[in-house]
């Protein structure tokens, strides 16, 4: 559940620190990279202005896949007992999928 508020806290409960504190990382090193490429890119930058809406359905759905897959790797994760996940786990893990789906 802590993935789902943000990427990378499932991890770092989980005890995979240097995972959990790299999946945080990566969406603000790669959104300030977009940003000051588009600030300063020039011709990017009215590339990107033409096709404003475009571009933020493409940015906005790269974090969405993203999202989810920090949910699905803290959810793997979790699987250290014999016995698997119960039916009440997978239900929890789709209602935050849906969840993500009707935020972003």
């Known amino acids: 559940m802590l993935s789902a508020l943000l990427p990378g806290l499932g991890q770092i409960y989980d005890g995979r620190w240097t995972r959990g504190i790299l999946m945080l990382a990566i969406p603000f090193f790669f959104l300030s990279l977009l940003a000051f490429a588009v600030l300063f890119g020039g011709p990017l930058a009215s590339a990107v202005i033409q096709r404003a809406a475009l571009f933020a359905l493409i940015v906005v759905g790269a974090l969405f896949g993203y999202h989810l897959a920090i949910v699905g790797d803290a959810f793997a994760g979790g699987m250290r007992s014999p016995r698997g996940r119960l039916t009440i786990?997978?239900?929890?893990?789709?209602?935050?999928?849906?969840?993500?789906?009707?935020?972003?």
């Open 89 to 104: 786990d997978y239900a929890i893990l789709a209602a935050i999928v849906l969840g993500l789906v009707v935020a972003y």
